[in-house]
T-cell receptor, first 116, second 118 residues
Framework: DTGVSQDPRHKITKRGQNVTFRCDPI?????LYWYRQTLGQGPEFLTY????????KSRLLSDRFSAERPKGSFSTLEIQRTEQGDSAMYLC??????????????FGPGTRLTVL | AQTVTQSQPEMSVQEAETVTLSCTYD???????LFWYKQPPSRQMILVIR??????QNATENRFSVNFQKAAKSFSLKISDSQLGDTAMYFC???????????????FGTGTRLQVTL
């Protein structure tokens, strides 16, 4: 399967713990996005990379959140000192860059985080 | 900032019938894209259809078509010959055009849950 993959699919943690999620984009896609989706809402943009450069971060991305994309391949999203309000589905998407084709974003299955 | 509004939290349609999902948006941009994404229960989001704002012709993809009214900032999705597999959350989404020089992030509405019944 050559789609976007995310790991883990589910994560349960206690308040105050740190968690890290991984996203593997479609191999030829140089843009990678992170979104957060809470129950009953549409996904909300968190941050985006073009290759290894993080080009935009939402105000939703507090100081406890950090994302990386070393070598422009997979990406990680870390949440430090988790809070119950962090409970959500974290979605990753990837796409080709400007001028390289359609701008369709392909989504992964998401990581569901539950903070107890 | 852009906003996307979906005023129908839930819709139901019988198999083989036609249903229309509503979406309105607000933006000061002139060049942009609009999308409908489908999120089946416990499955990942997939693109249903896209519309480029500069194109007057409404997009169609098999049983799915849109009614794009740029002046009214309206972008509805029509599903013809509904099938049980169409049961899902449907999200309307907005993206600025790349030539605006900003990130190609999607702004989503709150979604419409569509149930197709026998």
């Amino acid at each position: 399967d050559t789609g976007v993959s995310q790991d883990p699919r589910h994560k349960i943690t206690k308040r105050g713990q740190n968690v890290t999620f991984r996203c593997d984009p479609i191999s030829e896609h140089n843009r990678l996005y992170w979104y957060r989706q809470t129950l009953g809402q549409g996904p909300e943009f968190l941050t985006y990379f073009q290759n290894e450069a993080q080009l935009e971060k939402s105000r939703l991305l507090s100081d406890r959140f950090s994302a990386e994309r070393p070598k422009g391949s997979f990406s990680t999203l870390e949440i430090q000192r988790t809070e119950q309000g962090d409970s959500a589905m974290y979605l990753c998407a990837s796409s080709l860059a400007l001028g390289q084709g359609l701008n369709e974003q392909f989504f992964g299955p998401g990581t569901r985080l539950t903070v107890l | 900032a852009q906003t996307v509004t979906q005023s129908q939290p839930e819709m139901s349609v019988q198999e083989a019938e036609t249903v229309t999902l509503s979406c309105t948006y607000d933006t000061s941009e002139n060049n942009y894209y609009l999308f409908w994404y489908k999120q089946p229960p416990s499955r990942q989001m997939i693109l249903v259809i896209r519309q480029e704002a500069y194109k007057q012709q409404n997009a169609t993809e098999n049983r799915f078509s849109v009614n794009f009214q740029k002046a009214a900032k309206s972008f509805s999705l029509k599903i013809s010959d509904s099938q049980l597999g169409d049961t899902a959350m449907y999200f309307c989404a907005f993206m600025k055009h790349e030539n605006t020089g900003t990130a190609s992030k999607l702004t989503f509405g709150t979604g419409t849950r569509l149930q197709v019944t026998l």
